[in-house]
T-cell receptor, first 113, second 114 residues
Framework: KAGVTQTPRYLIKTRGQQVTLSCSPI?????VSWYQQTPGQGLQFLFE???????NKGNFPGRFSGRQFSNSRSEMNVSTLELGDSALYLC????????????FGSGTRLTVV | DQQVKQNSPSLSVQEGRISILNCDYT??????FLWYKKYPAEGPTFLIS?????DKNEDGRFTVFLNKSAKHLSLHIVPSQPGDSAVYFC?????????????FGTGTRLTIIP
C-alpha cells in the first residue's frame, strides 16, 4: 500500500511569507502528526490531528497551525516565516495512536532566506 | 528542556561487531519507548519498541534494554552491517489511550566501517 506522501519535497521561501505543507496519510489512517527536525534539536512535536480534530499540541508559537480534512489529509501552515523556521518538516500517520505505530513520510525541506 | 537525551552525536563501529546506542530520559511518566532509524532524504522508520513493564525486547539483530531506575535505555545491534549506517533516534511517550505524542532525542549518527 502507498506510504505517507508529503508535498512539496523542497521549498524555498522569503522571510515574512507564509507556507502551506501537505501530508496524505496511509489509506485508513485517521491520525496525522507533524514534527519539525532541525540540527541539534532532533524531532520536535508540532501537533496531532485525529478525525479532523487537533488532539495534541506541542510548544510552538501560534504562527504554526494545521488542519485535517475529512479524507484524513492534513495541511500545516506557517505564517510570517522566520529564518529559524528552516527545517525538515515530517508528517507521521497512524491508524489510531501509539499502539498502532507511526509511519513517517520523507518530509518537506523548508528553507527560509 | 530536553526530556530525552542522546549524548553521543556519533558512533563508529567495525562491521560484524556490536553497536550500542544509548538514550537517557528525565520524565518518569514516560512508559513507552521506541527507536527509529533515519537515512538522509527519508523519513524515520520504526525499528523496535519497549514498554515500561519490560526490561528487554528483541527483534532479530536488534535488542532494546530498559533500565527504569536509571532512566536509561540502549539499543544493541549485533552483528553490525554496513546498511545499519544511519541516524538513530530514540523516542518516548506517555500512554494516553491514543492521544500520545513522541518526544525524540537529538539522534546518534552510526557509521559501520567495512
Amino acid at each position: 500500500k502507498a506510504g505517507v506522501t508529503q508535498t512539496p519535497r523542497y521549498l524555498i521561501k522569503t522571510r515574512g511569507q507564509q507556507v502551506t505543507l501537505s501530508c496524505s496519510p496511509i489509506s485508513g489512517h485517521r491520525s496525522v502528526s507533524w514534527y519539525q527536525q532541525t540540527p541539534g534539536q532532533g524531532l520536535q512535536f508540532l501537533f496531532e490531528y485525529f478525525s479532523e480534530t487537533q488532539r495534541n499540541k506541542g510548544n510552538f508559537p501560534g504562527r504554526f497551525s494545521g488542519r485535517q480534512f475529512s479524507n484524513s489529509r492534513s495541511e500545516m501552515n506557517v505564517s510570517t516565516l522566520e529564518l529559524g523556521d528552516s527545517a525538515l518538516y515530517l508528517c507521521a500517520s497512524s491508524f489510531g495512536g501509539l499502539n498502532y505505530g507511526y509511519t513517517f513520510g520523507s518530509g518537506t525541506r523548508l528553507t527560509v532566506v | 528542556d530536553q526530556q530525552v537525551k542522546q549524548n553521543s552525536p556519533s558512533l563508529s563501529v567495525q562491521e560484524g561487531r556490536i553497536s550500542i546506542l544509548n538514550c537517557d530520559y528525565t520524565n518518569s511518566m514516560f512508559d513507552y519507548f521506541l527507536w527509529y532509524k533515519k537515512y538522509p532524504a527519508e523519513g524515520p522508520t520504526f525499528l523496535i519498541s519497549i514498554s515500561s513493564i519490560k526490561d528487554k525486547n528483541e527483534d532479530g539483530r536488534f535488542t532494546v534494554f530498559l533500565n527504569k531506575s536509571a532512566k536509561h535505555l540502549s539499543l544493541h545491534i549485533v552483528p553490525s552491517q554496513p546498511g545499519d549506517s544511519a541516524v538513530y533516534f530514540c523516542a518516548a511517550s506517555v500512554s494516553n489511550f491514543g492521544n500520545e505524542k513522541l518526544t525524540f532525542g537529538t539522534g546518534t549518527r552510526l557509521t559501520i566501517i567495512p
